[in-house]
Every structure is written in structure tokens, then in C-alpha cells.
């Protein structure tokens, strides 16, 4: 007995549709995901108000004037890098972390200049730092 055998058709799998669905899956999860940022810096701003607020005895005052230049308590540094920054910092507080630091900028001093101050605190792990305003005057 001889069968008769029907020469089998070849099978194929396509795989455009399922390659469709995994990037249409990826885009969905692309969309869909949130990114969260974190800040290493914590600040306390301060807000304007009418009354004064009495200042502690013993503080440190960072003012950055309208070219990007640094003074600590009234004192000009020498250069304008981090490195520095931090030495007078660390030489004006004597290592203590717990003394208050303003940072009062001018409004037309660089971004950066102040967020190199802040960082440059922040380094050194200071505790308690606020940023100046002025009152409104309208």
C-alpha cells in the first residue's frame, strides 16, 4: 500500500505584528513614566515681611555681586571657584555646621554663581541656610 502524501505546505511566522505591539508597549511605557528628581540642598527661603527678624550674633553672609564675585561677611575672595569658597567658609565658621548662612545676591549676579555658593555649603554640610530678599516697594 502506497499513501499518497500531499507535499506539506512551509510554515512561516511573521513577526511584524509582534514586533509592532513590543514598541508600541515601549513608547506606552516611555509616556507613562515619571522621572523624580531630588535635590541634595534643603533650603529654608525666607519671606517677606514688614517686621524685622532678629538676627543671631554669630552668622555668616555670603553676598554675590552683579559680576559673579564672592564676599564673605564683607570680606572680597580672591577667586571665584568652590575650592575656595569653601576654605573661607569652613575658616569662617571654624567647622561648626550649625551657624546660620545667608546667601544675598544681586538680581543681575550669574545663576550659577549662587547655586556654587549653595553647593559649596551644602558640601560642607551646612545646616541652616537661608537666601535674602528684599521687601517689595510698590
Not at 571665584?80 to 555646621?97: C, E, P, T
Request: net charge negative; hydrophobic share 40%.
Amino acid at each position: 500500500m502506497k499513501f499518497k502524501r500531499e507535499p506539506r505546505e512551509e510554515l512561516e511566522l511573521n513577526l511584524t505584528p509582534l514586533i509592532d505591539v513590543v514598541f508600541l508597549l515601549l513608547i506606552f511605557f516611555m509616556v507613562s513614566t515619571t522621572f523624580q528628581k531630588e535635590s541634595e540642598i534643603s533650603l529654608q527661603l525666607p519671606r517677606a515681611t514688614d517686621t524685622e527678624t532678629q538676627s543671631p550674633q554669630e552668622r555668616i553672609e555670603v553676598i554675590i555681586n552683579a559680576a559673579g564675585r564672592y564676599y564673605i561677611n564683607d570680606q572680597e575672595l580672591v577667586k571665584s571657584d568652590v575650592a575656595s569658597l569653601q576654605n573661607a567658609l569652613y575658616k569662617v565658621s571654624g567647622g561648626q555646621r550649625d551657624i546660620p548662612l545667608t546667601v544675598r545676591a544681586d538680581a543681575q549676579a550669574p545663576h550659577q554663581a549662587v547655586v556654587t555658593a549653595m553647593d559649596a555649603a551644602g558640601q560642607l554640610g551646612m545646616l541652616r541656610m537661608s537666601i535674602a530678599t528684599s521687601r517689595s516697594t510698590e
